[in-house]
């Protein structure tokens, strides 16, 4: 989790270099994917795989 945030400051800082994005929207942006692949995978999971 920390490097993730690590990664999204740095990118928030010299992505756009003139101005600074927040952390929060790096993180969000990688986070919110993530964490609907779980939901989808934990629900595959108790299904026995089958979609």
Same mark, same amino acid.
């Given at each position: 989790? =920390?490097? %993730?945030?690590?990664? =999204? ?8 270099? +003139?101005?600074?994005? +927040?952390?929060?929207?790096?993180t969000a =942006? /990688?986070?919110? +994917?993530?964490? %609907?692949?779980? %939901? /989808? ?5 108790r299904s026995?795989?089958? =979609?």
């Open positions: 989790g =920390a490097v %993730i945030v690590v990664l =999204a400051d740095l990118l928030g800082r010299k992505l756009f270099s +003139p101005t600074e994005v +927040p952390v929060g929207v790096f =942006a /990688v986070g919110a +994917p993530y964490l %609907i692949w779980l %939901i /989808v995978r934990s629900r595959t999971v026995g795989g089958k =979609a």
